[in-house]
């Protein structure tokens, strides 16, 4: 009888970790095809996801990012740009703010650009500009970030009543298990966040 027992949980045990690794390789599908589509569109607002910056100047992913919302917004997409990102371990200076003089220095005026700069991880950042929308009456914005990075963040503004495009910044096509390896890091990362755990 005991044995029974420990057979019939083994194999629900058996039968879930199946179950859950089938979900994640199809949730790393859906956010590798999301990773090459740009659904740039006129909305309320252009929202940028921070990157590392250094001593005040962005890191070049972020400064990709920021390019890459300086041409939509010059294409008149949206009147806006927020910038994200809090100080992740630099003591005097944010990701948002970072975001915000580099546009400010490429032309873009002061009053278009709202900044969010307490978010130290993507939940805490989405969640504040969320709120920030709202307060502003927002309702559509255009999610400006890396391309595996876009399906997660969707969802996360989705989830918080927001219309969301998708618009990945521009980068060189990268194939192989590297690039399969950070489409499922992200569908752990958005079943982590699903659950409750915020990363």
């Known amino acids: ?104 220095r490429h032309g873009i005026p002061s009053e278009a650009i709202i900044v969010e700069s307490e978010g130290e991880t993507t939940v805490h950042s989405t969640v504040a500009a969320a709120e920030i929308m709202r307060r502003m009456n927002l309702h559509s914005c255009i999610v400006v970030s890396d391309g595996y990075h876009i399906y997660r963040v969707k969802r996360m503004l989705q989830f918080q009543g927001i219309d969301v495009y998708g618009s990945p910044r521009p980068t060189e096509p990268r194939h192989g298990w590297r690039q399969e390896w950070i489409y499922l890091k992200q569908a752990i990362a958005f079943g982590l966040w699903r659950v409750g755990i915020p990363v």
């Open 1 to 104: 009888m005991k044995h029974s027992f420990i057979r019939i949980a083994a194999g629900l045990l058996l039968v879930s970790v199946i179950g859950l690794g089938v979900k994640l390789f199809s949730v790393a599908g859906d956010i590798r095809r999301q990773s090459d589509l740009d659904e740039a569109r006129p909305a309320d607002v252009i929202l940028v996801l921070g990157a590392a910056e250094y001593r005040g100047r962005p890191s070049p992913i972020l400064e990709a990012r920021l390019n890459h919302a300086l041409f939509l917004y010059r294409q008149e997409l949206a009147p806006r740009i927020i910038t994200t990102g809090g100080k992740g371990g630099d003591p005097m200076f944010t990701e948002g703010e970072v975001g915000r003089a580099y546009l400010s």
